[in-house]
């Protein structure tokens, strides 16, 4: 009978997994003060990828908002 080898990878941690993840990903910033703006566009730009990564959205509501969100 021939033996039976299985190897398991180890597990990444959870603050491993959102590094890697942001890591391959564009942030994108939405600015719009309409909600139907917002609700659109992640449909439609979800599953696009430029340069093998993804887009991470970033939304903001104003300019004051968009403002403080590129700040921190």
Excluded: C
Excluded at 28 to 56: C, Y
Aim: hydrophobic share 40%; net charge negative.
């Amino acid at each position: 009978m021939s033996e039976l080898f299985i190897d398991f990878a180890e597990e990444e941690s959870s603050e491993k997994r959102a590094l890697l993840s942001s890591e391959n990903k564009w942030k994108v910033m939405i600015v719009d003060d309409d909600e139907g703006i917002h609700e659109i566009t992640r449909p439609v730009l979800k599953s696009l990828k430029f340069d093998n990564k993804g887009i991470e959205f970033i939304h903001a509501y104003s300019e004051k908002e968009a403002k403080q969100l590129i700040e921190t």
